[in-house]
């Protein structure tokens, strides 16, 4: 089992940023990737960027392309995510994962509880 543990989440007005952080432990050997997904509830999950453990590959949706990144802390099993110049559609549940290397939820088999960004006009 893996345990991932989301923070840093809040409220922000548009056009500024924040930054999330997602802490794993537990058997994170078994995954080779971390990634950050997003869900307003009753719509579908959403792919935002992924990491690869090993060598830091990154992948964005093209909607936070040139907007977000997403880093890794190898040392403290901790995954980052910087938003910057934040969107009123950015507003939603924001989700870690751990699993493989994709930006299919199907590949990513363990999930935080989640953290609320909200950005305001």
């Known amino acids: 089992q893996v345990q991932l543990v989301e923070s840093g989440g809040g409220l922000v007005q548009a056009g500024g940023s924040l930054r999330l952080s997602c802490v794993a432990s537990g058997r994170t050997f078994s995954t080779t990737a971390m990634g950050w997904f997003r869900q307003t509830p009753g719509k579908k999950r959403q792919f935002v960027a992924t990491?690869?453990?090993?060598?830091?590959?990154?992948y964005y949706a093209d909607s936070v392309k040139g907007r977000f990144t997403i880093s890794r802390d190898n040392a403290k099993n901790t995954v980052y995510l910087q938003m910057n110049s934040l969107k009123t559609e950015d507003t939603t549940v924001y989700y870690c994962?751990?699993?493989?290397?994709?930006?299919?939820?199907?590949?990513?088999?363990?999930w935080g509880q989640g953290t609320q960004v909200t950005v305001s006009s």
């Open positions: 990491i690869r453990w090993s060598d830091g590959n990154t």
């Open positions: 994962a751990a699993g493989q290397y994709s930006d299919n939820e199907r590949e990513y088999y363990f």
